[in-house]
């Protein structure tokens, strides 16, 4: 398998990075009223201005399906690891990747000097690969209708996560990008898949989690994947 590279990273956008997270206890912050455009908020801000170099940023990740012969394989449940270091300038990082572990183990980075958090990326790039190949589908076909959705049919809303102990403001961002697809027909109910991302300035990386998720008409278990960043594994 090769090498997520960063050419495949900007498949939505590039990623910088927010506020300093506050080294004790967080308190939850006033959101602006105004909420920002998904896209942006996911793929335009310097996220890892609030990692400390020579921390370890861990998310778990879990992928499960329902559909029988098993497309996807059997369910994987593992992390991904991102060592912190510090990178050109005050904002930016250097940034190594352990994409899940033994046999699972995907080749990814390492990314120098990167001002935005690169798991979202990649975490969208795998996904993608999976469901280009389960639908037989070009994949560039997807990716433009992921991003296109972002940019101009996504909801955002505010919302509070806890971290730490203490409610945090945060972000939730919403889209279904093949609802109203002109090929939805070949997509086998996958036209339902729903992406969930939710960020939050308070914590390191900013990416608290992200969901695509997706059922069939009966209510049956098409896709499940998540991500979801672990603040108490090193």
Request: net charge neutral.
């Amino acid at each position: 398998m090769k090498p997520v590279t960063i050419a495949a990273l900007l498949m939505l956008a590039s990623a910088p990075a927010l506020a300093q997270a506050t080294p004790e206890m967080p308190v939850a912050t006033k959101a602006s009223t105004a909420a920002p455009n998904a896209s942006d908020l996911l793929f335009e801000q310097p996220q890892m201005k609030n990692a400390a170099p020579g921390s370890t940023l861990t998310y778990s990740y879990l992928r499960r399906s329902g559909i029988s012969k098993g497309p996807f394989g059997p369910p994987l449940n593992d992390t991904i690891k991102l060592g912190i270091e510090p990178g050109k300038s005050a904002d930016n990082r250097d940034i190594s990747v352990a994409m899940f572990s033994g046999a699972n183990r995907f080749p990814a980075g390492p990314f120098e000097d990167m001002p935005g958090n690169p798991v979202m990326s990649l975490f969208l790039e795998h996904h993608l690969m999976d469901l280009a190949r389960v639908l037989m589908a070009n994949p560039r076909y997807i990716k433009n209708a992921i991003r296109k959705s972002l940019r101009e049919n996504a909801t955002v809303t505010q919302t509070e996560v806890d971290y730490k102990g203490a409610k945090v403001a945060a972000w939730r961002v919403e889209t279904q990008p093949f609802l109203d697809d002109k090929m939805k027909e070949r997509m086998r109910g996958f036209e339902t898949l729903k992406y969930t991302f939710v960020t939050s300035d308070a914590v390191p990386g900013e990416l608290v989690s992200i969901e695509a998720a997706a059922k069939n008409s009966e209510g049956g278990e098409l896709l499940q994947e998540n991500l979801t960043y672990d603040p108490n594994a090193g």
